[in-house]
């Protein structure tokens, strides 16, 4: 290889592994995302199984019962007046096995009412459940099951309990009603139209369908007109005064006129709120145009002023994820420069590349500290080395896109501290 080559082969190379950094990063937080939903519907899962093991329990409980009976009937001897044995007459009578099942079907159904009636939907829904397993062609234990789901707010098991009903019993009003009235609430409004007209031809005088059915059509009739305008009054909120102590600022709860002024401002915007609405989109611009152009200069001079000592307890990051994690919960500049130093520059700048454009600000921010309240040429030449590896990674010239005038008024005045940057750097950054 040509020894001209070898600067731009090694640059070349680095860029490579910063990429390969980025993309590992990215696949990380994918993994840790596709764990969480793993985690979640294994829950689920569990939750699902636990259920139908309960209920598969109480089926069995179910049959011993008859086969319990099954068992005494059997065992029955039957004797003649002068003590001797007579035969049994044949296989056990399959109409009584019915009868039985069909008996205590109908016990579980009056439980599930008992627990209806005192407000228990959940215990009522496995009750006749339990009814509905012995006599699955019953139209009158899917309807009270249907109801039972109504009154938890299930109406997507009401509307399949309703719809069972009505395969045994086309005529059953209940049943159909209550299909009604779970397509409403499920957005159906065709399918509700239908259910309720045909309940009116059953029983004209259904009052309750006839209202429902004319709010259904009034519904559908309404024409929506789409907007992209504010509506006049859109909001009348009135904000209330509330005093906030905030933890990095103690001197503000102790200063009763600060807090005055919160209340005044508060005030004032509250008497905004009621003002004519011509004067809504002076006020938007206005508002508009502070927001614009906000420093963020003044960020820096708060944490100046507000610097604490803040315990240092963190670790170098595996990922771009903990990175994130610990810098958002890093309050002070002296200890996000520390933090800045606490592994190699290329491997943090590699971490910070997908929410570059939101970090790049604060790291120079950052930097401008470090260099202003440092000493020495040691501060500048790891602020030099540390962005030269920001440069370096894929989304930098994406961060520097969205910069505000004020923002990079800082990368100006820390580039003018950093006498010694080389000037592709400078220029990386400033143009």
């Given at each position: 290889m040509n020894p001209a080559m070898l600067p731009l082969q090694?640059?070349?190379n680095a860029k490579d592994t910063q990429d390969l950094f980025a993309d590992l990063g990215l696949a990380l937080e994918l993994l840790d995302f596709g764990c969480s939903i793993y985690c979640f519907v294994n829950l689920q899962l569990r939750k699902t199984d636990e259920k139908l093991k309960r209920q598969s329990q109480k089926g069995a409980k179910v049959v011993q019962q008859l086969r319990n009976k099954?068992?005494?009937?059997?065992?029955?001897?039957?004797?003649?007046?002068?003590?001797?044995?007579?035969?049994?007459?044949?296989e056990e009578n399959e109409d009584d096995e019915e009868e039985e099942r069909l008996q205590l079907a109908e016990e579980y159904k009056n439980e599930g009412n008992a627990h209806f009636k005192a407000g228990e939907f959940e215990k009522a829904i496995e009750s006749y459940t339990m009814s509905l397993s012995l006599d699955v062609s019953n139209a009158i234990f899917a309807a009270n099951r249907a109801m039972a789901y109504m009154k938890v707010k299930k109406y997507r098991e009401a509307e399949e309990d309703c719809t069972r009903a009505l395969k045994h019993d086309a005529s059953y009003?209940?049943?159909?009603?209550?299909?009604?009235?779970?397509?409403?609430?499920?957005?159906?409004?065709?399918?509700?139209?239908?259910?309720?007209?045909?309940?009116?031809?059953?029983?004209?005088?259904?009052?309750?369908?006839?209202?429902?059915?004319?709010?259904i059509n009034n519904r559908l009739k309404t024409k929506v007109a789409w907007t992209l305008e504010r509506p006049k009054n859109a909001s009348k909120i009135k904000f209330e005064a509330v005093e906030i102590a905030e933890?990095?600022?103690?001197?503000?709860a102790e200063e009763p006129e600060a807090n005055e002024e919160?209340?005044?401002?508060?005030?004032?915007?509250?008497?905004?709120?009621?003002?004519?609405?011509?004067?809504?989109?002076?006020?938007?611009?206005?508002s508009k145009s502070q927001e614009s152009t906000k420093e963020p200069v003044d960020l820096l001079d708060e944490n100046?002023?507000?610097?604490?000592?803040?315990?240092?307890?963190?670790?170098?990051?595996?990922?771009?994820?903990?990175?994130?994690?610990?810098?958002?919960?890093?309050?002070?500049?002296?200890n996000k420069a520390k933090y800045l130093k606490i592994g190699e520059s290329q491997m943090l700048a590699a971490f910070f590349a997908p929410q570059l454009p939101k970090f790049l600000v604060e790291i120079c921010t950052t930097l401008l500290h470090l260099v202003k309240s440092g000493s020495g040429r040691e501060p500048i030449s790891f602020a030099i080395d540390f962005l030269s590896a920001v440069a370096r990674v894929p989304?930098?010239?994406?961060?520097?896109?969205?910069?505000?005038?004020?923002?990079k008024a800082i990368i100006k005045e820390l580039f003018d501290l950093l006498e010694t940057a080389p000037a592709n750097l400078q220029a990386a950054f400033l143009n």
């Open positions: 090694m640059q070349r099954r068992q005494r009937k059997k065992h029955v001897v039957r004797v003649d007046s002068d003590g001797s044995e007579i035969e049994s007459a044949g009003e209940k049943a159909l009603f209550r299909r009604a009235q779970c397509r409403n609430e499920l957005g159906k409004l065709e399918g509700a139209v239908q259910d309720f007209k045909a309940v009116l031809r059953m029983n004209p005088k259904n009052g309750e369908a006839k209202k429902t059915l004319e709010k933890k990095n600022s103690p001197k503000l919160v209340a005044e401002k508060i005030k004032e915007e509250n008497e905004e709120v009621e003002k004519p609405e011509a004067k809504k989109d002076e006020e938007t611009n206005r100046e002023a507000e610097e604490t000592e803040e315990a240092f307890n963190y670790q170098a990051p595996k990922n771009s994820f903990e990175l994130e994690r610990d810098w958002r919960s890093i309050k002070t500049f002296k989304r930098f010239n994406t961060a520097l896109f969205f910069l505000l005038d004020a923002e």
